[in-house]
């Protein structure tokens, strides 16, 4: 949905043949003199004539990728565009191998997905795939082995990592979004869907690349407008967490649709809260009594082959041997059918952030505050008139604020939110971080929609101040006693923010915070590294300097200033000074003025801002004008702090 990157599902094993453990064939390669590096050897496979060389091949690629020090030497080879003409293979399991291969390639990052569209990944793909659709006449239909777990046929696996490769290249780059939508592929996509025929695990990975590629795409939304009822019927999908998945993915395909979202409004919101109200502890709680059996499962399970058999073997013998080691076991299934499920919540999580979102004011981007003059006196910088960030309003329509009311959806993403039991986080660590990263993600998703609500809906009808209060004690505690994560720390800061905003107007809730208390904060924004953390900590801090009493407001101005004087990030500066400035929007504080020498570092602050604003235009994108309003609002802070000492006594002399 556009606001994180979404986690791929499971990858394929790195042992798709079943030959030869791929690591040793690698140390042997690394010793063979024939050949110059790992990298000649493997092109030298792909470029045989025979079918198991190109796929042993394959699979070292596959290997070799995932250890990080390798990948430069991939890059600096032509062994990707090389492999990429293997997507048309005539044989069909070079063409399965090589899907799976780049598919796993695919999930390592962005550059990587960029660099296989620079290497014409796509050209070879799309080939692959038109001939699913086009070229088929819609005569293909997948089958499924009742005894290995409902596996696919090779022909139908080639097209599942097929489609998930395009996935991963359309989310990472718009080249690729843009060749696709060439390509008149989507209107055929559609018919993958229809899970009855193709599969739950089709269907899921074809609506996941949908959703992708239906985000802002118009080209797109003239060709889904007219398939309203097939994506509907998606809908009423209940039962296993791969039926909330498809359902809640559908969802975010109807949303991402102008056309189809207005319509099917009401359905969307009932489905995303059926999807949110399942409790995804218990089935966290049972995949993690079972998830140390999967590593043991992984050291007994110890295949001896015979060579001169397999060399006699038949192409159908072949692939069955290898259906046979890629066969998952209980353990592994189970994980995958939880991994569904936080998927699932995670997207909900992110389509309500999408649909809850107000437009944002237009600012002009030709602001140029360097023909300010003089003329433009203290009476400029209105004390009273500084922006109050929370309007006690509700900025969403009618129709959308009463559904987030009537399907409960604060307290449903509040409950997402919460980190899950400390025995279960620790197997998940030790077992199955990729697990552990859904959760997390889901996590800071569920936050990240909190803090667009909080934003948008006024405090009474997120549940009045007392309400709000607390929720800022909770993530206070889980920031400080949690785990450091960076992605959550940023979500939990975020909300935290958002939900101090609801509380300028309630200063009795604070009467017994303590120095103490506010010296964690500081400390929070002495140890963070993370620029978008640190402004939400000033932000803060510069929040809580409209709350509290004289001698914490000082602690606090000190704190903001010294920190801003030794900031890089002009944003963070930026959001500091803007919040700090809101500190004297009721009370002039000039002993704290005077005691601080707070006009020469505003001065310099200014200064610094100037000079940093003429750098950093390209670097801040869309935040620039904001931080030029800010600046323009400092150089007049400056000129309003002066004009304030010129008359004012400090404490000692009136003594005198």
Not at 127 to 155: C, I
Not at 205 to 223: G, M, Y
Not at 509 to 518: A, G, I, N, P, V
Not at 541 to 547: D, N, Q
């Amino acid at each position: 949905m556009g606001k994180a990157r979404k986690p791929k599902g499971h990858k394929n094993k790195l042992n798709p043949t079943g030959l030869v453990d791929a690591g040793a064939l690698l140390d042997q390669e690394l010793s063979n003199e024939k050949s110059d590096s790992p990298i000649q050897a493997i092109v030298e496979q792909l470029q045989s004539s025979s079918a198991e060389e190109k796929i042993c091949g394959l699979q070292t690629l596959a290997t070799i990728c995932q250890n990080e020090v390798n990948i430069a030497a991939v890059v600096k080879s032509d062994v990707v565009r090389i492999a990429a003409s293997l997507l048309v293979d005539p044989d069909q399991s070079v063409r399965h191998a090589t899907a799976g291969a780049f598919r796993n390639l695919s999930v390592l990052s962005v550059q990587i997905c960029e660099y296989m569209v620079d290497q014409d990944v796509l050209t070879p793909l799309l080939a692959l795939l038109n001939k699913y659709t086009v070229s088929s006449g819609g005569e293909w239909k997948p089958t499924f082995d009742r005894n290995m777990h409902d596996q696919l046929d090779e022909k139908s696996d080639t097209f599942l990592q097929a489609v998930s490769l395009l996935w991963n290249l359309c989310e990472s780059t718009s080249i690729a979004l843009d060749s696709f939508n060439q390509s008149h592929l989507l209107e055929s996509f559609v018919k993958y869907l229809d899970w009855q025929v193709y599969g739950k695990e089709i269907a899921i990975a074809v609506s996941q690349c949908v959703l992708v590629i239906s985000e802002d795409n118009i080209v797109s939304w003239r060709i889904l407008s007219s398939f309203g009822n097939e994506l509907t019927s998606l809908l009423a999908l209940d039962g296993d967490n791969s039926s909330i998945l498809l359902r809640t993915v559908a969802a975010g395909i109807i949303a991402n649709v102008p056309p189809l979202a207005v319509t099917y409004l009401g359905q969307l919101f009932a489905t995303l809260s059926r999807t949110l109200e399942v409790n995804h502890r218990p089935a966290l709680g049972s995949v993690t009594s079972s998830l140390p059996l999967l590593n043991q499962k992984d050291v007994i399970q110890l295949e001896v082959t015979d060579d001169t058999r397999m060399d006699d073997e038949s192409a159908e013998q072949s692939f069955q041997r290898r259906r046979r080691a890629d066969m998952p076991s209980e353990v592994e299934l189970e994980v995958r059918n939880v991994g569904w499920l936080l998927q699932a919540q995670r997207i909900a999580a992110e389509i309500l952030t999408n649909i809850c979102s107000t437009e944002e004011e237009e600012w002009q981007d030709d602001m140029d505050d360097e023909n300010l003059s003089d003329a433009e006196s203290v009476h400029d910088y209105d004390t009273n008139g500084l922006d109050d960030s929370l309007q006690n309003t509700d900025k969403l329509p009618i129709e959308i604020l009463e559904a987030v009311k009537s399907f409960g959806f604060v307290e449903k993403l509040w409950q997402k939110a919460q980190p899950i039991a400390e025995n279960v986080r620790q197997i998940l660590v030790e077992n199955d971080r990729s697990l552990l990263k859904r959760v997390n993600n889901l996590r800071a998703s569920s936050m990240l929609c909190l803090h667009n609500l909080c934003n948008n809906i006024s405090t009474e009808d997120l549940g009045g101040a007392e309400a709000i209060y607390q929720v800022w004690l909770e993530l206070g505690q889980q920031v400080f006693q949690g785990e450091k994560n960076p992605k959550l720390l940023e979500a939990s800061t975020s909300l935290m923010r958002a939900t101090l905003e609801h509380l300028r107007k309630s200063p009795e809730l604070f009467r017994q915070m303590t120095e103490s208390d506010l010296q964690l904060m500081l400390a929070g924004v002495n140890e963070c590294k993370d620029p978008e953390i640190r402004a939400n900590w000033l932000r803060m801090l510069g929040i809580l300097g409209c709350l509290l009493s004289e001698p914490l407001i000082k602690l606090i101005i000190d704190l903001v200033l010294s920190t801003c004087l030794n900031e890089e990030n002009l944003w963070t500066i930026s959001e500091a000074m803007d919040s700090m400035m809101d500190i004297f929007a009721e009370n002039d504080w000039n002993q704290i003025v005077h005691d601080l020498d707070m006009v020469a570092k505003c001065k310099e602050l200014d200064r610094r801002m100037k000079s940093k604003l003429k750098q950093s235009k390209r670097e801040l994108n869309e935040r620039y004008p904001a931080v030029c309003t800010v600046r323009t609002n400092l150089w007049r802070f400056c000129k309003y702090l002066e004009t304030e000492m010129k008359n004012f006594k400090p404490a000692a002399e009136n003594e005198g």
